[in-house]
């Protein structure tokens, strides 16, 4: 209002300007600065009369200003309709209930200090009443509703700040600075809450989704189940059914779950590794009698934030296996609702086992009677499973006490692609575990030799029954107990080996960020004694790569490349990037929260070969 006044002020001082007498408009200064009595003075001398100069410009002064004024009134008329505009619209707005501001009745922009995207605030306006939509609807927004919270679970709400606004947009760890409040009480370890976000000015606290609750965690609460992350009509009918059961937490995180999981087995699906849908049950991808790939039926069926079950993951072995890994408080707490939840998605013929990560157990806040809780099962610990990747068979044990899972599936895709560059070259396969990058050698890639090195009695065993298995001869492989560094150095003094393609996969070197440099000095020296070891007449193929994922993320990954580089220098050999890759596609990642799950860096460099000059 106060805008449309000033300018209608405006458009009366410029109508005044026309309104006056143009003789009295006339001053020293439009007559060339020369006063009017000097002037008809002036004119007497010449003869003439001084009535007839002071018309002439009078008149000349006066048409110039009216054309001038009449620009700027026009102007002014024009600014002043956009200003009558915007105060009907205003006052239009004023005129409507407060709960129709912002949502379906007239549409308004976000406040700028929150800097959203339209459609962020879309999804966020789209709990409040629509007049459009019939009165039963309007009362139930008005009744607090919240786009499906429930009054008789308890709530976390966050705080609505640009720090906090990853986590609205999907991110599954929630921190606890961006924590408003809480409500029903106390909230325990592991409880199941709804994880709200607060409202704009004097709205009620906006629905996101259903998380697990950990006081005593870094992540306060991981997101299990976002609403902006399912299609409408499917949070709809999840936001009715939690509601009905919102007194029995099991029942409500049974429902969650069973939605990841066979969301988790379908993905699998689009990678041809998951056996294919013989059941017509929504709820069941599997049947009792599936039919698995015949290259590959061992992956990772559920891999933590990547599949939105922050925690937890899952390993198919052999296709009738499934190795659960628990790193999180809650998992361990609602054991056996996973497990039923597992259960009733996979087929009653397939087996679970049950491990844990203690040290991931620990820092999440969780205390245990014994160091590891493993699951009863009734098989032999020894026994074998046989699995298939690629086409080669594997022993494993998945029901020892051993690495993780068992497999490390996630260099799969990456065991494939070198084979073929190892045709008729000698493979030195560092840190070999079962053998893989050698089985993969000498099968896909017919290679001449393949040596595998590895600290572990027990994983040369099985690198050699996996050749058997294979039915590789003796001469075309060869399996070594040995320290990495240890083994280097003594090739080094020998001078006599020499390798074509070296493979350095060593285990996790550096367990956080905080153990970056000591790691990168053990990075240094293996990468440094193993380029060493590359054909000096020829040239090779060096693959690296790091599991550490402060290693990986750090600096975007040229961290890792940069320690590479200068263990070529202290070597003294020239080094070319060829390709950079990462874990197998069924280690999923959630796009909101990379790189975070990044943790896998398969580097793979031409070493070129030493000239001499003459």
Known sequence: SSLLQRQVGLCGWASSLILVPRRRR?????????????????????????????????????????????????????STSRAVTAFQRSTSRMRQPLSTIGSGGVKSSPPRQHNY?????????????????????????????????????????????????????GNQLVFSKAIQRTTGGELAVGQLVQVQVEG????????????????????????????FLLPPPQYKQMAATMADKAQDEAACLELILQQQFVKAWKTRQAMQLAPATTSDNNETPLS??????????????????????????????????????????????HKTTILSSLQSVLPSAMKV???????RLVQDGYESQSSVEKEEVTENVDQMVLSMENGIKYATFPF?????????????ENRFSLAPYCRDKK???????????????????????TTGVDSSQEAIDVCWENAQLNQIPKDKVDFVKSEIASFLQQKERDGQDQYDVIVLDPPKLAPSASGLDKARRKYHTFNRDALKLINTTEGGLLLTCTCSAAMTQKDGGQYFLSMVQGAALAAGRDVTLLRVSGAAPCHTQSPISWPAGAYLTAALFRVHPVTTVN
């Open 400 to 412: 020892r006490d051993g690495q993780k899972t068992g497999v490390y599936c996630d260099q799969r």
């Open 117 to 169: 995207s339209n459609r962020q605030w879309a999804l966020f306006s789209a709990v409040a009443p629509n007049p459009n939509e019939p009165a039963a609807t309007q009362r139930r927004h008005n009744s607090g509703d919240n786009g499906g919270g429930s009054t008789s679970m308890p709530s976390v709400i966050l705080k609505r700040t640009h720090q906090s606004k990853s986590f609205r947009n």
């Open 288 to 333: 009792s009698t599936t039919t698995t790939t015949t290259t590959t039926d061992t992956f990772r069926l559920l891999n933590g934030e990547g599949d939105q079950v922050s925690g937890l993951a899952m390993d198919v072995i052999g296709g009738d296996t499934v190795v659960v890994m628990s790193s999180a408080a809650w998992c361990e707490i």
């Open 353 to 359: 086992v049950w491990k844990t990560t203690p040290s």
């Open 200 to 227: 704009e000015k004097d709205q009620n606290p906006i629905m996101l989704g259903w998380g697990v609750y950990n006081p005593n965690s870094l992540y306060r609460v991981r997101m299990l189940c976002h609403r």
């Open 26 to 78: 006339t001053k020293a200064g439009m007559n060339g600065g020369v006063a009017p009595n000097k002037k008809k003075l002036e004119v007497v001398r010449r003869g003439g009369h001084p009535a007839d100069t002071t018309k002439r410009a009078t008149t000349t002064v006066g048409r110039s200003m009216t054309t001038v004024t009449m620009v700027v009134l026009g102007l002014l008329l024009c």
């Open 427 to 449: 493979v030195l396969d560092l840190c070999c575990y079962h053998g893989g990058f050698s089985l993969n050698a000498v099968l896909h890639g017919n290679a001449q030799h």
